[in-house]
């Protein structure tokens, strides 16, 4: 299990690759690999994104992300996950975050990736700020 | 008792400092910590958490605590 908050732009594609290849034991264990990636849009809110920065509280968000990753590990019967999430400035097109979840089967798989997806956009304290046509705005209530 | 407080994203910009550092003296509550650093009312929508965790405005605080404050925390629609 890998959860990775970091500033640096990433290719979940690259990412999803490299950890199944470097965890020991994994091949032939999984028949099942579901793959969540949220990805910037260059429209929210009938505005148009030209940038987003991402706020966060590095501590809680370790946390929770952690947490997260756990209860999903404890509710269905997953063989590994990896999470990564970024923070700073994105630009429209860029990966924000990426859930991926290995197990021997599908439902748990989805599942697993569907829960840490929707709990960590809940729980971990991220603030979005959008530099819109208009100017920054800081994005405070979902519609 | 000494408590760090930490303030983010549109919080932070209006009170327009991001740490505090405070003391007070007595039984204190996060509203008490929220009353003495950021000295105005508190806005019905301001999330609070203590040591990483959610807490509520009731909730007691001690010595070494750190108290952070920030709004709504934004996941995107569904």
Redesign the interface.
């Known amino acids: 299990m890998k959860i990775r908050v970091s500033a640096e732009a990433f290719d979940p594609w690259q990412e999803i690759e490299r950890h199944q290849a470097g965890q020991a034991g994994l091949a032939g264990k999984f028949g099942a690999t579901a793959v969540f990636v949220?990805t910037l849009r260059d429209f929210n809110q009938g505005a148009g994104v030209q940038a987003m920065t991402l706020?966060h509280?590095a501590?809680?968000t370790g946390?929770?992300l952690q947490r997260v990753a756990d209860e999903a590990a404890a509710r269905w019967p997953i063989e590994d996950l990896l999470v990564i999430h970024r923070y700073g400035e994105l630009h429209p097109g860029e990966p924000i975050v990426c859930v991926a979840v290995w197990s021997a089967h599908r439902d748990a798989a989805f599942a697993a990736c569907r829960y840490v997806i929707?709990e960590?956009?809940?729980?971990?304290?991220?603030?979005?700020?959008e530099l819109t046509d208009a100017g920054r705005r800081?994005?405070?209530?979902?519609? | 008792m000494s408590i760090t407080v930490r303030f983010f994203a549109s919080i932070r910009e209006r009170l327009g400092k991001g740490e505090d550092n405070i003391d007070i003296k007595g039984i204190a509550t996060v509203a008490d910590v929220w009353n003495k650093s950021a000295k105005i009312p508190l806005p019905p929508n301001v999330l609070a958490a203590v040591n990483m965790e959610y807490a509520r405005t009731d909730q007691a605080v001690r010595d070494g605590d750190e108290v952070a404050f920030f709004p709504p925390v934004t996941g995107g629609a569904r």
């Open positions: 949220g706020e509280y501590p809680m946390k929770h929707d960590l956009k809940t729980r971990a304290p991220f603030w979005k700020q800081w994005v405070e209530q979902e519609k």
